[in-house]
């Protein structure tokens, strides 16, 4: 079977472009009346803060700005290099793609390869969300305890916002986007060998590490219950 990288390319481009096409804003309801509340703004809704957590405790669909900040911090931000560093290990010594072999070229192939299915993932997911009109963004848990917000880390992980009252839906976007990255890596820059079943099992742990990344946003970055609130503060 011929390989899909010259088509791959394009057609993800054209997805692409056809989200990013300028969408009508549409004034929110503010809740319980039918008077309209301002669109937060890039600064006034930080990313990966839950804009719904505040005073009224009312959700606020978050603008165009806050959803690209959003994306550029996934595609290209800590979470993702530091995901692919660490499969990029896994990989070294599991000896993932023989043909690369192994040493600091060898690692670095694998560091390029995961980083580039990381920004694969993240733009497709952005792309798919755009199209859907869904909500993506990461948003922690209002509630305490361990447990709690680990479940509440791993169901975001398939779930997102919808709608002007930005309930919570079981998100095409969120499930699709891993195997988009998992898939254009077997069939595009892996060796000929590989197929679309590895691009489906790559696909899975992907959508695994996707869930570790909510995790890290859950506990790690930004908000007044993490260990790094000033740098999330700048952000």
């Not at 600064?43 to 603008?63: D, E, F, L, M, W």
């Amino acid at each position: 079977m011929m390989k899909i990288s010259r088509v791959a390319a394009p057609l993800f481009a054209a997805i692409l472009g056809f989200a990013l096409v300028p969408r009508a804003i549409h004034a929110q309801g503010s809740s319980g009346s039918g008077s309209s509340a301002q669109e937060p703004s890039a600064s006034s809704a930080p990313t990966h803060v839950q804009p719904g957590q505040k005073a009224s405790n009312v959700y606020q669909r978050p603008s165009r700005a806050v959803t690209l900040h959003n994306y550029l911090f996934d595609s290209f931000g800590p979470y993702s290099l530091g995901t692919a560093a660490l499969a990029a290990g896994i990989n070294q010594a599991t000896d993932t793609v023989p043909e690369w072999g192994q040493g600091m070229s060898g690692y670095g192939q694998r560091v390029a390869s995961n980083y580039g299915i990381e920004i694969v993932t993240h733009t497709a997911r952005y792309a798919l969300a755009e199209i859907f009109r869904e909500d993506t963004i990461y948003y922690r848990c209002d509630c305490s305890g361990i447990f709690s917000r680990s479940l509440h880390a791993l169901h975001a992980t398939v779930t997102a916002r919808r709608g002007e009252d930005g309930h919570v839906v079981l998100s095409f976007p969120k499930i699709a986007a891993p195997y988009a990255g998992g898939m254009t890596a077997a069939l595009g820059w892996y060796p000929s060998r590989y197929s679309a079943s590895d691009g489906f099992r790559m696909g899975n742990y992907n959508l695994l590490a996707q869930g570790a990344q909510n995790l890290a946003l859950e506990f790690l970055y930004g908000g007044p219950h993490t260990l790094l609130p000033r740098f999330h503060g700048k952000h």
